[in-house]
């Protein structure tokens, strides 16, 4: 629990910080990385609750063993997929109409993102009984024959590949 809630903590604090960046520099892959800062924070949020011992015995639902499994899955696929949307937009060099603040795109993306969020966290609570079973007792190969944990290997792998290959490091953000 203490190091999803510095992953929550941390999470939050970096998209603060990149969507005042964005408000400032109207940058839009900025405020694309915010986002997944903000969806990460908020899938990690419902990852400890998926926990009966960190939400309580007995609590207002009644939850499916795989839920925690799957949204590990949303965590560790979401967040790459949104580095690929920020490499992809970071190449562009798109940026919002230049007004003297830029609050209103910011609350646009950051309203999408937790709004995807909150609807992927929640559906997997609530129906991952109904997904394929990721994890069997101690065993996690279904989550290869499923190919669910080898497709979220490829996003992360995409995403890092694309990050070093596409940007190179050319300014701080990257």
């Known amino acids: 629990p203490l190091a999803c ?50 939400a309580g015995a007995g609590s207002w639902i009644e939850l499916s063993p795989q839920a925690p499994s799957w949204l590990w899955v949303a965590w560790h696929a979401g967040f790459p997929l949104f580095a690929i949307a920020f490499v992809a937009s970071e190449k562009r060099k798109a940026r919002t109409r230049l007004a003297a603040w830029q609050f209103r795109p910011a609350l646009l993306y950051a309203t999408a993102a937790l709004v995807a ?8 609570l609530l129906y991952s009984e109904q997904l394929p079973p990721l994890i069997a007792g101690h065993n996690y190969g279904a989550s290869v024959v499923t190919g669910v944990g080898l497709g979220t290997l490829a996003v992360n792998f995409v995403a890092l590949g694309l990050i070093v290959v596409r940007l190179r490091a050319h300014t701080l953000l990257q």
């Open 5 to 54: 809630a510095a992953a929550v903590l941390v999470n939050l604090m970096t998209c603060y910080v990149l969507f005042g960046q964005f408000v400032v520099s109207g940058v839009t892959s900025t405020a694309i990385l915010a986002a997944g800062y903000l969806f990460s924070a908020v899938i990690v949020t419902f990852y400890m609750a998926s926990y009966p011992s960190i």
């Open 117 to 124: 969020s909150v609807a992927i966290g929640s559906g997997l």
